[in-house]
T-cell receptor, first 116, second 113 residues
Framework: NAGVTQTPKFRVLKTGQSMTLLCAQD?????MYWYRQDPGMGLRLIHY???????AKGEVPDGYNVSRLKKQNFLLGLESAAPSQTSVYFC???????????????FGPGTRLTVL | AQSVSQHNHHVILSEAASLELGCNYS??????LFWYVQYPGQHLQLLLK??????LVKGIKGFEAEFIKSKFSFNLRKPSVQWSDTAEYFC???????????FGAGTRLFVKA
């Protein structure tokens, strides 16, 4: 099993350019998440999905859009990149059981994005 | 606001020293608790988790954590750290009935050889 994979690993954009980050998981998890990690700020949730075809806003959704057309994929889009979006982006997936609720998150390797 | 607080942002220890990292949360009810570790240049990995039962939880690499319900705390411990424990450590909470995990701001641990 590959677990959670992300593409690309690195990207440099100019202000105003657009791009899509792809996350894929092969664990049949219902829940998927996009976070950004900035120094001293921990992980901040951008958007998340509780199942195929559903998405919801997290803590810092502005400037980002997401789609979950297939259960295994969760795409994060930047329509018009800004320098404030320079960050490391992590995708994660998780599962839930009736007995124990939401379980651990499995993280991808991250995408380092620089916006000039 | 409900949150997860990690008391120390930076910790520096010598090898063989004991480690305790504090974590407090402000959610009522039954919560699921986690500690994750992020080694330099890598993604977050699970160290240990607590759902119910024995409040002293053992994880990988000699780490353990104690859940104290009355104090809303879930502190991470290791009796003797190694240089390879240099990493950032995140406490995380799944509030009751939710779909999201709330992460603390992280504690950067540097272990001197």
């Amino acid at each position: 099993n590959a677990g959670v994979t992300q593409t690309p690993k690195f990207r440099v954009l100019k202000t105003g350019q657009s791009m899509t980050l792809l996350c894929a998981q092969d664990m049949n998890h219902e829940y998927m998440y996009w976070y950004r990690q900035d120094p001293g700020m921990g992980l901040r949730l951008i958007h998340y999905s509780v199942g195929e075809g559903t998405t919801a806003k997290g803590e810092v959704p502005d400037g980002y859009n997401v789609s979950r057309l297939k259960k295994q994929n969760f795409l994060l889009g930047l329509e018009s990149a800004a320098p404030s979006q320079t960050s490391v982006y992590f995708c994660a997936s998780s599962y839930s059981s009736r007995r124990e609720g939401l379980d651990e998150q499995f993280f991808g390797p991250g995408t380092r994005l620089t916006v000039l | 606001a409900q949150s997860v607080s990690q008391h120390n942002h930076h910790v520096i220890l010598s090898e063989a020293a004991s480690l305790e990292l504090g974590c407090n949360y402000s959610y009522g009810g039954t919560v699921n608790l986690f500690w994750y570790v992020q080694y330099p240049g890598q993604h977050l990995q699970l160290l240990l988790k607590y759902f119910s039962g024995d409040p002293l939880v053992k994880g990988i690499k000699g780490f353990e954590a104690e859940f104290i319900k009355s104090k809303f705390s879930f502190n991470l411990r290791k009796p003797s750290v190694q240089w390879s424990d240099t990493a950032e450590y995140f406490c995380a909470v799944n509030p009751p009935g939710g779909f999201k995990t709330i992460f603390g701001a992280g504690t950067r641990l540097f272990v001197k050889a």
